[in-house]
């Protein structure tokens, strides 16, 4: 080889030396023994070594041999044998009375003109502050979960303690519409305690929508059904979670319907069934309450109730729309979401005008 091809040789080897000493990275250059040619200032900060005590040094003498470790080993000899896709490889380094530092490692074979001398280029990430930020970050969210779960379990105890005094005052009271009004009152309480203890054991936010549904359908029935052999409520379908915000507005419509049901489909003695029906379509669902009980009147009450208004200010918020059809026996209330998205918080939404067949529970 010439003089001027030494030369040459000579003059790049000295620029990788400059680049990689340089380097604000932490980098080690390595020969084909995976001996330390060069080692940027970075790493020798980061490391709180001497250059004088990394280059010329097998790599895993390093640090009294603290570097040598099997993860690194495999990845070394992935790097040699020149597998470019070697994956960067997760290290503990363990050093006496200092603390356990979490490195990424990556490892590379240079490809260039002289193949005959091996160069493993090495840069290292000391990810040791962001570890211990993320498992901070995972503890103050388990521990906000604790809380909010506890929060949850104490506001349902409330909610049920209201609910079970406004019972008592509507069996107190001798007006009859006086009664209605604190019963109503009484099972929205339960719909939305009987949430708040679901979301209390829950880990993840969401709401298992017939667990829920279930459980708020016992308590209408405990509370506002005298007879439970004569008048049978009933969940159907439901597989599946929703967000608790969603749940609130689903919750709060089937009380509202079952209420309506109770109050003008089974005049008298009559026996009956209400069945309440969930069914998920994609992203989509249907909510149906439907009744075998005397139906809706020819002629449609001009007046729209508060029932019914909450259940159309309901659907409203969740993008969903409310249709109302006869049965035979019985009616139907189906409010049907088609939208990809499950809430909308535009306030006009509320506002939408909901094609809606009105029926005599809805006077009320």
Not at 14 to 34: E, I, N, R
Not at 65 to 79: I, K, V
Request: aromatic content about 4%.
């Amino acid at each position: 080889m010439s003089d001027h091809a030494h030369s040459l040789e000579d003059i790049a080897f000295s620029l990788t030396l400059a680049v990689v000493t340089a380097s604000p990275a932490p980098l080690l250059l390595l020969d084909g023994q995976l001996t330390v040619v060069a080692a940027s200032l970075s790493f020798c900060d980061v490391f709180g070594l001497a250059q004088a005590e990394v280059v010329g040094r097998p790599l895993y003498d390093l640090d009294a041999g603290e570097w040598d470790s099997p993860a690194l080993r495999l990845l070394m000899d992935a790097a040699v044998g020149g597998q470019a896709t070697a994956e960067a490889r997760d290290i503990d380094l363990k050093r006496p009375r200092q603390p356990v530092r979490n490195l990424i490692i990556q490892a590379r074979r240079l490809v260039y003109l002289d193949l005959e001398q091996t160069r493993i280029l090495i840069g290292v990430t000391d990810v040791t502050e962001a570890a211990a930020d993320a498992a901070r970050q995972e503890a103050l969210v388990q521990e906000h979960s604790v809380l909010l779960r506890e929060v949850r379990h104490r506001v349902a105890n409330s909610l049920q303690i209201i609910a079970s005094v406004l019972l008592q005052n509507a069996r107190k009271t001798s007006s009859e519409e006086t009664r209605g009004n604190l019963k109503d009152a009484h099972g929205r309480v339960m719909a939305v305690a009987a949430l708040e203890r679901l979301l209390s054991t829950s880990e993840s936010g969401v709401v298992d929508v017939q667990a829920y549904f279930l459980n708020l359908c016992r308590s209408i029935t405990a509370s506002m059904i005298a007879d439970p052999s004569r008048i049978r409520l009933t969940v159907e379908g439901g597989h599946g979670v929703v967000e608790a915000r969603v749940s609130v507005s689903l919750g709060l419509i089937i009380t509202e319907l079952v209420i309506n049901a109770l109050k003008h489909a089974f005049p008298g003695e009559r026996p009956g069934h209400i069945e309440v029906d969930y069914n998920f379509h994609g992203p989509n669902w249907v909510l149906c309450v439907r009744d075998d009980g005397v139906g809706m009147p020819l002629t449609a009450p001009a007046r729209v109730g508060m029932g019914a208004s909450i259940v159309r200010a309901l659907a409203g918020q969740l993008g969903a729309v409310v249709e109302t059809s006869a049965r035979h026996p019985g009616t139907q209330v189906s409010i049907q979401h088609t939208s990809i998205a499950l809430v909308h918080d535009d306030p006009r939404a509320a506002r939408q005008d909901i094609a809606e067949t009105p029926r005599a529970e809805e006077s009320a």
